[in-house]
């Protein structure tokens, strides 16, 4: 197998998807789709798209990797949780003791610090075999609810959490996220003060538009939106406006975009609207990075956070995407529409890797 460019995602479920779903990654994607056929408990059942096998071929080598687990919240909530944050922090452990297991085997890497980022470039690089080398893997923290106290906070920091997005959808236990409104909570306000101590990088995707001008006013640390697209292209509070992009940018910040089909195209409507009908293309992914492109004046801000196991598989991704190492094709539609072969390597990886190298110097 040759080494394709290297694409750094900056948005993957990984453990989610084996200890909830039950997948397991190391195996081939037809063997994972063929293993739920006729399962109904999930939505995106037989289409997963994302298997670490697809990874490697499609040249994924670094990607940001989630643990997650929500809190239900009495008033709305959109997505079920947890009854307590104990029991969330807990189910954070098991994931991380699936990455462990992965470490074990092999199959992934956790990079901490500047030292581990340069060790997996020059792993993946020069690898002959890129189906035997580790994926390398940044922690991050989607939606804070298992953060029980800012003293599991600094737990999860020496477990290698390197992000964290305080809020997910709808209120969360610290940040109000997408589809609620309002700012942080005083915990919030507190975390947020941790998580500046702490030199974690701040994750501002999914916050509400309140909690958004709020993090970018009240901390002082790097900020990224992992997977993030745009409001101007699709209306809705999911997205971010330009105004919002554009601080961003000026915070120096990266944007990755995402491949969830609803957040490409508006008017998509979950179990109904297909790619086909849709007319969902790749192409419409790359409108998103290119939009933040244009805002920016350049190509340095835009990365790729595909979110692609994010609860829906190929009924809800662009219909030229069978897995995630049809990623691959992105370099080829920049460069056709006039990027030049440095911008697209910043953006399948080299912003993030930059700002990975900024953060931790
Ligand atoms: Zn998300």
């Known amino acids: 197998m040759s080494v394709r460019p290297l694409i750094f995602d900056a ?116 690898a002959e075999h890129v189906e035997r080398t580790p994926v390398g893997y940044i922690l991050s923290l989607e ?16 477990q290698g959490l390197r992000a964290i997005g305080p809020a997910h959808y709808g209120p969360g236990t610290y940040a109000n996220g997408t589809g609620a409104s309002g700012g942080f909570s005083a915990k919030g306000r507190e975390l947020l003060s941790k998580i500046d101590r702490l030199g974690l990088i701040l994750d501002v995707t999914h916050l509400s538009d309140e909690c958004f001008w709020e993090a970018l006013s009240g901390f002082h640390g790097p900020v990224w939106a992992s997977h993030q697209n745009c409001r101007a292209l699709v209306p809705g509070v999911r997205q971010f406006s330009d105004e919002q992009i554009k601080a961003l940018i000026e915070r120096g910040a990266v944007i990755g975009a995402a491949l969830d089909a609803w957040m490409l195209v508006p008017g998509w409507v979950r179990g109904k609207t297909t790619p086909q009908s849709a007319n969902l293309t790749l192409e419409n992914f790359v409108d998103h990075i290119d939009h933040v492109c244009q805002l920016a004046g ?28 049809d990623l691959a094709k992105i370099s080829g539609l920049l460069a056709a529409r006039g990027y030049k072969p440095n911008d697209v390597d910043c953006i399948a990886h080299g912003n993030f890797i930059n700002f990975l190298k900024r953060a931790w110097k």
């Open 298 to 325: 350049d190509a340095r801000h835009a990365g790729i956070g595909s979110d692609l196991d994010g609860a829906f598989g190929c009924e809800q991704t662009p219909a030229d995407l069978n897995t995630i190492a």
């Open 143 to 158: 939606g804070a609810d298992s953060i029980v106290s800012m003293s599991h906070l600094g737990r999860a920091r020496e």
């Open 11 to 126: 948005h993957l479920d990984l453990a989610m998807n084996a200890m909830e779903w039950n997948r397991d990654l190391t195996r081939s994607i037809l063997e994972l789709r063929a293993r739920e056929e006729g399962k109904t408990d999930k939505p995106d059942r037989a289409h997963g798209t994302v298997s670490l096998p697809e990874m490697r071929r499609g040249g994924v080598g670094i990607c940001v990797a989630t643990l997650i687990a929500r809190v239900e919240h009495n008033t709305y909530s959109p997505v079920a949780g947890w009854r307590s944050a104990a029991q969330a922090w807990a189910q954070t452990q098991g994931q991380i003791a699936w990455y462990r297991a992965m470490e074990e085997a092999g199959e992934l890497v956790q990079i901490r610090d500047a030292a581990g980022l340069e060790k997996q470039l020059a792993l993946w690089n020069s």
